[in-house]
């Protein structure tokens, strides 16, 4: 299986700042990774898909990049709405992974 | 789109339970569904997937407990669950999600979830 290893496990920010999350596998997923937001007690919502496509009706604020084994998550100017926890999944090969999140606190 | 999770409870250790995902705005037999799982305090976990042709793949985890299936009449998907542990203690999603060797085209969705505590 692929192991998948989000950094930071935590990250603290104000609104407006730039933040990245890294994802890194332990082999390679081309470019088949998904981004998600997870909000307590809420559906979890698909941000990015095969590493840089945003998904409908998802802010521009919103960007992937990256292929192999590693993929990076941007959100250019932090909203006060975007305050979650994100997870990284490979779908590459089965068994999908996803990584073990980044929460994303306000600082 | 919508997904709704019921069948979730309290269940004792060894017994089972049959998840129901109830599906509309999209037809059940023509897309490739999932069900996926977070425990209390954990990160999120792929548990299984039905495709369009009726091919079933499973987490080793749940592989031989768990059983995923549909009943296209209905346009429901469900995840029969047996011999159940405590580990299993989780929610659990119905949820279309990006696959190998399906291009992904977006506009997946996820139900809300509903609560499974294995627990005696």
């Known amino acids: 299986d692929i192991q998948m290893t989000q950094s930071p496990s935590t990250l603290s920010a104000s609104v407006g700042d730039r933040v990245t999350i890294t994802c890194r596998a332990s082999?390679?997923?081309?470019?088949?990774l998904a981004w998600y937001q997870h909000k307590p007690g809420k559906a979890p919502k698909l941000l990015i898909y095969?590493?840089?496509t945003l998904e409908s009706g998802v802010p521009s604020r919103f960007s992937g990049s990256g292929s192999g084994t590693e993929s990076t998550l941007t959100i250019s100017s932090l909203q006060p709405d975007d305050f979650a926890t994100y997870y990284c999944?490979?779908?590459?090969?089965?068994?999908?992974?996803f990584g073990g999140g980044t929460k994303v606190e306000i600082k | 789109v919508q997904l709704v999770e019921t069948g979730g409870g309290l269940v004792q250790p060894g017994g089972s339970l049959r998840l129901s995902c109830e599906v509309s705005?999209?037809?059940?037999?023509?897309?490739?569904m999932s069900w996926v799982r977070q425990a209390p305090g954990k990160g999120l976990e792929w548990v299984s997937v039905?495709?369009?042709?009726?091919?079933?793949y499973y987490a080793d985890s749940v592989k031989g407990r768990f059983t995923i299936s549909r009943d296209n009449s209905k346009n429901m998907l469900y995840l029969q669950m047996n011999s159940l542990r405590a580990e299993d203690t989780a929610v659990y999603y119905c949820?279309?999600?990006?696959?190998?060797?399906?291009?992904?085209?977006?506009?997946?969705?996820w139900g809300q979830g509903t609560m499974v505590t294995v627990s005696s």
């Open positions: 949820a279309t999600i990006p696959l190998p060797g399906i291009a992904a085209v977006g506009f997946y969705v």
């Open positions: 705005g999209l037809t059940v037999s023509s897309s490739y």
């Open positions: 039905i495709y369009t042709g009726g091919s079933t």
């Open positions: 082999q390679s997923f081309s470019s088949r």
């Open positions: 095969d590493a840089s």
């Open positions: 999944q490979q779908y590459k090969s089965y068994s999908l992974t």
